[in-house]
């Protein structure tokens, strides 16, 4: 009997997008599968990186030109709820200024992601809790600009 891996492999990830579909918004599973604003800036202006008490860890990095945050992008070890999380906040900040992302809110999140289970709210949480860390490096960067250009100049020179 010959089993073909990739058929196989084609059904398992549809009964797992069936089973996701009974649990997650068709938002979350959206912002899942199909992150935006996954990776790194090379010259962040500012950020943030915290470790869950879930174990997973969220990074988000923001880019500030005109008091407006002009560039965003996380990373994330853990599960698709943190990156449908990630990928959607990073989404709602883009263009605004540092006081209008510091008021969005855990409860914010979830109405963007049409909900999620009791069990994954923390994810939200997560997120929101690193834009803010992010924004405080982003804060205390602005009072020493001199470390915000050393930091810069080292990073162009890897």
């Known amino acids: 009997m010959s089993v073909d891996i990739y058929e196989l492999a084609k059904r398992l ?3 797992v997008l069936e089973d996701a579909k009974e649990v997650f918004s068709e938002t979350v599973i959206e912002y899942a599968y199909n992150p935006r604003n996954m990776g790194e800036i090379s010259c962040a202006d500012g950020v943030g990186k915290i470790t869950g008490t879930c174990g997973d860890t969220v990074q988000i990095q923001i880019c500030v030109e005109d008091g407006r945050i002009s560039e965003s992008r ?15 906040l990073t989404e709602m900040i883009g263009d605004k200024t540092i006081e209008e992302a510091l ?33 405080a490096d982003y804060r205390t960067n602005l009072e020493q600009p001199d470390k915000l250009m050393r930091d810069k100049q080292g990073d162009d020179q890897e």
Do not use: K, N, W
């Open 74 to 88: 996380f990373m994330t070890d853990g599960c698709g709820t943190s990156i449908a999380c990630g990928s959607m």
């Open 13 to 15: 990830e549809t009964q």
């Open 103 to 135: 008021v969005i809110t855990s409860d914010d999140l979830l109405r963007s992601l049409d909900g999620l289970p009791e069990e994954y709210v923390h994810c939200s949480v997560l997120a929101v809790d690193t834009l803010h860390a992010a924004i």
